[in-house]
């Protein structure tokens, strides 16, 4: 295990350095690269594979509810996001400009896109007229572009990727519905599909996205502590339709405004997939997301050689026929042990190992990447057997997660208690905040936590605000972030 080993020690350990950890583990398991642009990274095919099973895991989801797929331009100019005054604000630190195209200077000069709700309203007006039109239920798959100042792959760059929703409807009552709809649905992939427990609820209103009435999010906790939010859903109230003249003729034969939603995730899911499963071996991936979910790996000496690859070849024949995504690796330049550690960093869910003596018995022995545990399985009925153990590995991770976030979720009646256990405890604090907005400034500029959300059932009510003591009308997850 000589080589295994050399290849685990070229990773940072968690307790050592997160963030390190975190760099060299995606390094090392070839998910990105950078590129020659400050912020931006390249994804490699497993990283890219992670991004596309979110993608079907949400797509899939987005379809079952009704909404489909467009696509609009990247190029937006400048002068819709003056159309809504929060938003420009919200948006102009960090929004890239093209300014001329060869030698010659542009009249208007052009954004890349940082969000599409001011193209999107803009194509609205000319859509919409009647409430015949009504509900409009798009979803775009597109890159988007914020000049960050500090970046981190996966979770914070210059350009990333993303879904963003955008729909318009009737009244209020329906826009609600679909925000919050859009929000459970990002609830139920992230803790089914991606194994991570979230807590669900609103944004304070120095948090919301601006230009929004109401914002709401799902958020995350990593192994360091951190809080990641990893999705968000906006009830935006006719101010963009107001903006860009989205109107439509009503039923009682009166102009009025639509009421517009939108929604977005990002490959940010992928550092939390990372940061949430992730050890000092390499990468953890749920079964349900993994490029790779089965792992086959022939052993034994070359004069039992060929019989062994022959008999792996149909197991995983066999396996991928039932829809596993597995793959088998027979390279006899690399040992056993090489072999062993290579494929528990890259998260794979599952190894099967097939020896001579596994031959004989009719089995192949079975390791979790979660637990490290062993088994024999017969070789008869083995896709089965598989499916059930990936299906146990899910759930487990899942659990794990969540064990974690119990383990690591506070409570604070003070300024004082917060700050003093997020430095001994760090994770999620729970405290009240009576709705003062320099009251919350005072817990950032204190302790660099934020506000997370104001959780829709919290765990208990806190009765005080944990500044000025006064009655908190809220109760609030309070965390450090990425």
Request: aromatic share 10%; charged share 30%; proline share 5%.
């Amino acid at each position: 295990m000589a080589e295994g080993q050399a290849l685990v020690k070229e990773i940072v350990p968690q307790s050592e350095d997160f963030s390190a950890w975190y760099v060299s583990v995606i390094r090392k398991a070839d998910l990105m690269d950078y590129s020659p642009v400050r912020g931006c990274i390249v994804f490699k095919p497993d990283g890219y594979e992670l991004w596309e099973a979110c993608q079907a895991g949400l797509d899939r989801r987005f379809k079952e509810t009704g909404h489909r797929n467009a696509y609009f331009p990247t190029l937006i100019p400048e002068s819709f996001f003056q159309r809504e005054k929060e938003h420009v604000e919200g948006f102009a630190p960090e929004l890239p400009l093209v300014t001329e195209v060869g030698s010659e200077k542009l009249e208007e000069r052009l954004a890349l896109r940082p969000t599409s709700e001011t193209i999107i309203g803009h194509m609205y007006a000319k859509w919409i007229q009647s409430y015949r039109d009504l509900p409009v239920l798009i979803n775009q798959w597109a890159n988007v572009f914020r000049w960050e100042k500090r970046t981190l792959p996966f979770l914070r760059t210059t350009e990333f990727l993303w879904q963003e929703g955008h729909t318009a409807h009737a009244t209020e009552e329906e826009a609600r519905e679909e925000t919050m709809r859009m929000l459970e649905i990002y609830r139920d992939f992230v803790e089914a599909d991606l194994a991570i427990p979230v807590v669900k609820g609103q944004k304070t209103p120095s948090e919301r996205f601006a230009g929004a009435v109401d914002t709401y999010s799902i958020e995350a906790m990593m192994k360091d502590g951190k809080a990641v939010q990893a999705g968000t859903s906006h009830y935006l109230g006719t101010k963009f339709a107001e903006g860009f003249g989205i109107q439509f003729l009503d039923r009682d034969n009166q102009l009025k405004y639509v009421h517009t939603t939108s929604w977005g995730a990002s490959t940010r899911l992928i550092g939390c997939i990372i940061m949430v499963h992730g050890d000092d071996r390499g990468l953890a991936l749920p079964p349900r997301v993994a490029p790779t979910q089965v792992i086959l790996i022939p052993i034994g000496p070359a004069k039992v050689r060929e019989e062994v690859v022959g008999r792996s070849r149909e197991l995983l024949q066999a396996l991928r026929a039932a829809g596993l995504r597995a793959r088998m690796d027979d390279r006899d330049e690399f040992s056993p042990g090489w072999k062993f550690s290579e494929y528990e960093m890259r998260g794979v869910p599952l190894r099967l190992e097939l020896g001579p003596r596994d031959l004989a018995q009719g089995v192949v022995v079975a390791v979790r990447r979660d637990t490290g545990e062993k088994q024999a399985l017969p070789q008869d009925g083995l896709v089965e057997r598989v499916q059930t153990l990936l299906d146990e590995i899910q759930a487990s991770m899942f659990q794990k997660a969540l064990a974690f976030r119990e383990a690591h979720s506070h409570r604070a009646a003070t300024l004082a208690d917060l700050g003093r256990v997020l430095e001994e405890k760090g994770g999620f604090v729970l405290a009240g905040w009576c709705g003062d907005d320099a009251c919350e400034r005072r817990v950032k500029e204190e302790t660099k936590a934020t506000a997370r959300n104001i959780p829709f059932d919290p765990p208990e009510r806190m009765e005080r605000c944990l500044v000025c003591g006064r009655e908190a009308r809220h109760t609030v997850w309070f965390a450090r972030a990425y």
